[in-house]
């Protein structure tokens, strides 16, 4: 074989090499997860936010974390703004003691989706002193009882006394009547004293 058949077949198969690299260099260059909170494997005694650090930024489209309970509850996290660090509050009653699991989907800047979990154990501390619990009274309201009026009788009206005109009235003779009559009486009584006095007069 000649050298420039040689050196032609050296060529070739060095820019086949080169080709190979340049397609395996973005495969290798891929998203990858470089840290977390909680990490895989942690025990924690108190869980309010999770962060997912990657190596590259994000797209803000896609993106999933959902937390599973050890009973197998899944809640799914409201993710915050996206950068190269995803970041989620953890709502009340999303964990419970026991080991939980942190499942992400995130997409990479070339469109690439990664998946993957992080185990947690849970242990809430067993001295944190729990909230007392509230004691609410009703009062009940017994309304006064009203003292009973004692019955008070109405003063009688005096029976006014009777008239000589309401005694007419009543008997039927007007009151004229009446006093004529006893002027009359009166009259009769005088003459019968003045006709003994001149009998007696006559007799002496």
Known sequence: MSV???????L?????????????????????????SPADGDTVTELTEVSLEFTEQLLDIGNELVMVAPDGTPTELEIGEVTETVTAEVPEGAIAPGENTL???????????????IAFTYAPDEHTPSPAPVVTVTATATPASSPSASATPAPSSPTP??????????????GWGWILG??????????????????GAGRG
């Open 4 to 10: 420039p058949a040689l050196v032609r077949r050296g």
């Open 12 to 36: 070739a198969a060095s820019v086949v090499l080169v080709a190979a690299l340049a397609l395996a260099a973005p495969a290798a260059a891929h998203t990858a997860l470089v840290s977390s």
């Open 103 to 117: 499942r992400f989907r995130v997409v990479s800047a070339d469109g690439h989706p990664i998946e993957g979990s």
């Open 161 to 174: 006394s009777a008239t000589p005109d309401a005694v007419a009235a009543t008997s039927g003779v007007p």
């Open 182 to 199: 006893g002027a009359g009486a009166i009259a009769a009584v005088a003459t019968t004293v003045i006709l003994m006095r001149g009998r």
